[in-house]
């Protein structure tokens, strides 16, 4: 593994990199006395770090993001083509790609037809939430402005974004955030909070009723949910629960705000999580699949019922949605998009997510008949998790330093894996898995031999 296509000295590279970078979700200290990591090459599912070491990429950019996987010439010759043509101008006006790639997304989700461009998932759930406050004060008197997220759930980093966000360890410290957003309990069968319930999905539906009814239901605009929790430790929903959110939604006219900035783009084997459960949204927002990190854009997409609103009162100069994403004017992101799309449809990536991650699962759960710590196996397509445990019977979750000595080993043996990272307390248990969609059997069986030799290695 340690055959290096990079042999260049890249020791200042290191040292500017120590002097006066802030890298992301990470603690600085350690660095004082070992090398930042610093990946330099990319092609297929395997990345190269500066010491020529090769990692296969079982997480697609470390936040599930190079859904068609590294090297790709034709995405990169698709954003040189048109950034020489048109690298940008201001989305109040449209452009080609722009166009062309809204017509291409719309094609693939029914029953939406408008799509806002940004640039980061943050962003495009933050436009949702403003869409939602100003039909609240247009429609409603100003009374449906609360908006519902889920514990667990992640939605972004900025203020509002957090706000809206069930992960504890990722809100400490950066209060006081922006009021109206009011939690609903989790959907993980595996902590099931309603035991003595028939069914533990339409139980975890209701309690979003529970939540709304103590609210008030005049008071509530939209409700924002992952189709399967990413970061909060891959959560499938249950049974019937989608079916029971849609129910009580449309009982109380409460809008759906799907975030598929992880599912989106192919992760679960369709185009779109949502689209495994039947739901309907009212909005969709998706980011990192979108262009494969090949480009950095976003898009909100809703109805034209939605859409429409923005639009009823042409003489009232503040009835329409009065915002601007400056890089959403970006013409790479479309570009990046459409030939994502294209390789996507031409190499059948749907179909080998189906496939492939029919085999992550089954070969999980070849390893937690093998592994004791292995508590619970879950996941959709490409996109899967395994929660350590440290009694089955108890459900005791792992001790978090343990479940990051896995990914450590395995990281060691020159594969990456993710982890729940600092988000919530006592349960930063779950083992992340979510190759790009290329992924073979081959690469698919690396990943669990690793895991296996790393389970081995740090419980015995
Ligand atoms: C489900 C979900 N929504 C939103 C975001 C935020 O996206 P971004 O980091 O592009 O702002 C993330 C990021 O991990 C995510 O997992």
Not at 43 to 56: N, P, Q, S
Request: charged share 20%.
């Amino acid at each position: 593994m340690d055959n290096a296509p990079y042999s260049n000295d890249i020791s200042a590279v290191v040292d500017a990199d120590r002097a006066h970078l802030w890298h992301h979700l990470i603690q600085h200290k350690q660095f004082e006395t070992i090398d930042p990591r610093i990946i330099v090459e990319g092609k297929g599912m395997r990345v190269w770090d500066a010491r020529g070491k090769e990692h296969l990429d079982a997480v697609s950019g470390g936040v599930w993001t190079v859904n068609v996987g590294y090297g790709r010439e034709s995405i990169a010759n698709a954003v040189r083509d048109q950034l020489i043509k048109m690298n940008y101008f201001a989305n109040s006006a449209g452009s080609i790609p722009g166009s062309l790639f809204a017509k291409k997304l719309i094609e693939k989700m029914p029953g939406l037809s408008r799509v806002y461009y940004s640039n980061s998932g943050s962003e495009a759930n933050e436009k949702v939430f403003k869409m939602v406050r100003q039909i609240s004060h247009r429609h409603h008197g100003g009374k449906k402005y609360k908006i519902l997220y889920r514990e667990r759930d992640y939605h972004g980093t900025t203020i509002t974004a957090l706000s809206a966000g069930g992960q504890p360890q990722r809100v400490m410290q950066y209060g006081p955030l922006t009021p109206g957003f009011v939690e609903v309990p989790h959907c993980l069968e595996y902590r099931n909070q309603y035991p003595d319930s028939e069914s533990y999905g339409i139980a975890a539906a209701n309690a979003i009723e529970d939540v709304i009814l103590r609210e008030g239901p005049d008071t509530i605009g939209a409700i924002c949910l992952e189709p399967v929790t990413a970061g909060g430790g891959v959560i499938t929903p249950p049974e019937g629960y989608w079916q029971r959110v849609q129910e009580i939604c449309s009982k109380y006219d409460i809008l759906i705000h799907i975030d598929e900035v992880v599912c989106g783009l192919g992760r679960t084997g369709t185009w779109f999580g949502y689209q495994n459960y039947g739901v309907k949204p009212d909005f969709v927002t998706m980011a990192k699949g979108v262009a494969s990190g090949y480009a950095a854009i976003s898009c909100t997409v809703t109805t034209e019922a939605v859409f429409d609103m923005f639009k009823d009162n042409p003489s009232d100069p503040m009835s329409y949605f009065r915002d601007i994403s400056t890089f959403g004017g970006c013409a790479s992101g479309p570009a990046a998009a459409l030939e994502n799309m294209r390789i996507i449809e031409d190499e059948n990536l749907l179909q080998n997510t189906l496939t492939m991650g029919a085999r992550l699962m089954n070969n999980l759960h070849g390893l937690a008949e093998k592994h004791k710590v292995i508590g619970d196996v879950r996941g959709k397509g490409l996109f899967c998790g395994a929660e350590l445990v440290s009694d089955r019977q108890t459900k005791e979750p792992a001790d978090e330093k343990m479940v990051a000595a896995v990914v450590a080993d395995c990281m060691a043996q020159g594969l990456i894996i993710g982890m729940t990272n600092r988000s919530l307390p006592g349960f930063n248990n779950t083992l992340c898995l979510s190759p790009a969609l290329i992924a073979s059997a081959n690469d698919i069986d690396e990943i669990t031999d690793g895991i296996d030799k790393a389970l081995i290695k740090v419980f015995g």
